[in-house]
């Protein structure tokens, strides 16, 4: 089988979703809204579904080609001949961009469908599925990418895409009349600039060096120059090539830490959440967000470079090392701020960002694939989770609906209602059971309760991190340990005990397009730890290195056809076979022990309190953990960068380019100029230049002729005497002059 | 008696286009000037003659009839014209006719 010649197709389809509801979706919907909204929402969901299609039959390809990675041309995107510098635009088939392909297009057809129950009504149905497809496409740019460039264009859309759906309200204004909808969007995308410049700066590091962006041209050469000990010329300093990797692996790093909100720029995701629930699932939860890990895992050759070139920042710590301390204390911090909240979706947020920091910790110790599987992983049960909570805000928003409508209630509801605020839930086990038992696989999932799939993702980690890294493993163990808490935590205030709010006692099931994907996707938060099954892999790994052509067996022995182990040695690079999976019991015993312990705590604490909307937190006992809730980073950013940067902003708007650029240059020295020339033209070279020659010749003409005048006597004997006088002179010349 | 020559003629010439033109310099009647322009007309008309027998070309000898021919012409607007003065001016003093002077 080869459908590698299908891997365009998996742009197209979404591209097509884009312009036709783009151009006729609105019209659609505004002619017959139920029509209209299953027009476009499923149409927008169809193209998300064939292009899963599309990259199951590049699954099955790379199977049947001995996982044969091929670059599939599109078209000659740059070309500089003349610096022999080439940029296509083609899409890399391999196991670890299918992998990719698969995970968005797989939970973003669910979370297509899903939306279509979730947007039911909204005026701008169909500008939300444009924008989705849009997603979705860039997302496929992204990790299809065959070069650097082209994962940036990716990179940069589904930034755009991230702001345009966060800031999807973006009328909705909050008590105080702050467009928070429309904040939240700039927020993201400014913060996201911050990482976005690294990445620029890698990409033109990397074409200076490397003379190419393409992935595997870069890292040939980037082993190459290694080995060389290549000493880098930047014009008029150089460098060696260790320390050049380390500043782009560096700088990577700062890309992801954007879009993978890690710190210091983890600050975006949890305003993120203001945009509709199903773009927090796919965008925010399942794909956008884990880029930065795939770009991470993507240029492993990069970091494990920079992990050879030793502690070369600051002669402190090495890039891959740096990645695993961000990624591990983002792991710890994000999951204690989670504590804190009380919005359903913020805790959710907050423990993407942790899940996000598991992710890059292993990315950074290099356990590659224990970065893909927790992505994949997390991918179900993290989306499985934020459509849980859009559906219980769905449940609420319709309970005081209910209220609403209901007069003998009248007293009950606030002026504002915030049917996201864990506060006023409770209970709604009985009132959402689909909902509610979803939502309890996704959480157990998540706390890593065997044997869903989180367990299994998360141990990996642990395990690796165990045995290369003592310190990221206790911070991460920690992390882990807050995540089965908060979880917990989450579970009971929303789903067990007595309602505490009217609205609850009223919530409803959500209808049938939403759970239906909640289902699918609590199937595989269950199972998805079949992917990399440490027993499976190790059998089945033996077994498929007799028969190269393989099939699956687990995402370890998948993904070393892209991910490549190897070792750097004087001869040259030896290919490591990847060493698969030992399940450590110890490591999975003490996890599960310590999430089982901190889930069991959480229904303790929360068991009976706190009994009404209004009652303080039980934690809220705990001072130093709610210092959490001011948000330290945001706190630090808005107290001393943002200030400077304003003052800065300020500063060049109305010192620089107002009085200095437009009064004083503009004003002063150009109009100025300007004027004195003007007026040098008009008052002396109009007036005595031209004026002047003009009258000149008129004054001269006139003197002249007055002068001539006095000839002209009247008296004709002058004038015959002048005749005369006239001859004489002929003669006198003829005769004398002439001969 | 000695030989009439060339010379003489053209002294002759001379001397009448001198006294003519004098006359025209000198004279303030505009009769007296008509009568020295016509000397002066003579004067060449003899030059001519004189030259026309001495090279043996008739070209002189016709030339003089043009001469005669716009003389006597001249002298008919002239005169008129004086007469047309002299009935406005009651004067023919050439000085008094100034009146085109810039």
Redesign the interface.
Known sequence: MNAYGLAPLLLLFPAVGVLFNGLFGRRFVEADAKVGERWSGWFASLMAISSFVVAVLLFFTLQTNEFHPVVVPIMDWISIPAADFYVPWAIRVDTLSVTMMLVVTGVGSLIHIYAIGYMHGDPNFSRFFTYFSLFIFFMLILVSGSTYLVLFVGWEGVGLCSFLLISFWFDRKNAAGKAMNADAGRKAFIVNRVGDFGMVLAMFLMAWTFRSLEFDTVFETAVEMFKTNHIVQFGLFSAPISVVITAITALFLLGATGKSAQIPLYVWLPDAMAGPTPVSALIHAATMVTSGIYLIVRSNVLFEIARESGPVIFGVISTPDLVALIGASTGLLAGLIAFTQFDIKKVLAYSTVSQLGFMIAAAGMGAYVAAMFHLVAHAFFKALLFLGSGSVIHGMEHGHHHLLHDHSHAEDHEAVFDPQDMRTMGGLRHRMPVTFWTYLIGALALSGIPPLAGFWSKDEILAHANEHAQVVYVVLALAAVCTAFYMGRQLHLTFFGAPRHAAAEHAQESSRLMTVPLIALAALAAVGGLLNLPFLTTRMAEANHHHPAGVFVGLESWLEHSIAAFELTEAGTIHLPHTPIVLSPVVAGISTLLALVALGGAFYIYRNKPETAADPDPLQRIKPLWWFRILPLETFYMKFVVPPFKWLADWLAFAVDWNFWHDFVHNNIIRDMFVSFATFLADVFDKFGVDGTVNGIGSLTKGLAGA??????????TY??GV?LGAVALLVYFLWVLY | MPEVTIDWYIALSVILFTIG?LG???R?NAII?FMSVEMMLNSANLAFVAFARYLGDLDGQVLVFFVITVAAAEVAVGLALIVAIFRTKKSIN??D??????
């Open positions: 001539i005048r006095r000839t002209q006597t009247g008296f004709a004997r015959a005497l005369f | 033109s025209v310099l000198l303030r000037i050439i000085d006719m100034n009146l085109l002077k810039g």
